[in-house]
């Protein structure tokens, strides 16, 4: 799905996504994430392969995603927007995505990881089927 201008806007924001990914009995795991754009899919990056949000992707891709946005849209809400999507786990990049995204949140001067070397990681890559919320993207 091709998102719209205003979603991708607030995707690309330094507001931190929630993550929901399902656990193997079914139950939701939660957790905050940076994200942004590559081309139409969300992506995020991990440092740490062994994390349960990308253990529980591989086994299943299902995921969804909420942002909060700034503004208040009518009749008095504040914007957010949830994405529901699948993801796909791709070795290594995820250094220089989160180098990327921390210009984003934390600054134009930082450097992070704050490491020298870091692991490969696992970039998340999140194919959107579906958006739904309150804002411009859902007018």
Request: charged content about 0%; glycine content about 24%.
């Given at each position: 799905m091709e998102l719209p201008e205003s979603a991708r806007e607030l995707i690309e924001s330094a507001s931190l996504a929630h993550l929901v990914t399902l656990n193997a009995d079914g139950s939701p795991q939660v957790t905050c994430v940076w994200v942004g754009m590559d081309d139409e899919e969300i992506v995020s990056g991990h440092l740490r392969v062994d994390q349960r949000k990308l253990r529980n992707v591989a086994r299943d891709p299902r995921v969804a995603l909420s942002i909060e946005g700034t503004e208040i849209q009518p009749p008095g809400l504040k914007q957010y927007l949830v994405v529901h999507g699948r993801g796909r786990l791709v070795s290594g990049g995820a250094p220089e995505l989160l180098q990327r995204l921390a210009h984003v949140y934390l600054g134009p001067d930082v450097r992070f990881p704050p490491m020298d070397d870091p692991p490969?990681?696992?970039?998340l890559r999140i194919a959107v089927d579906r958006i739904v919320g309150v804002?411009?993207?859902?007018q």
């Open positions: 490969p990681g696992t970039v804002g411009p993207w859902a």
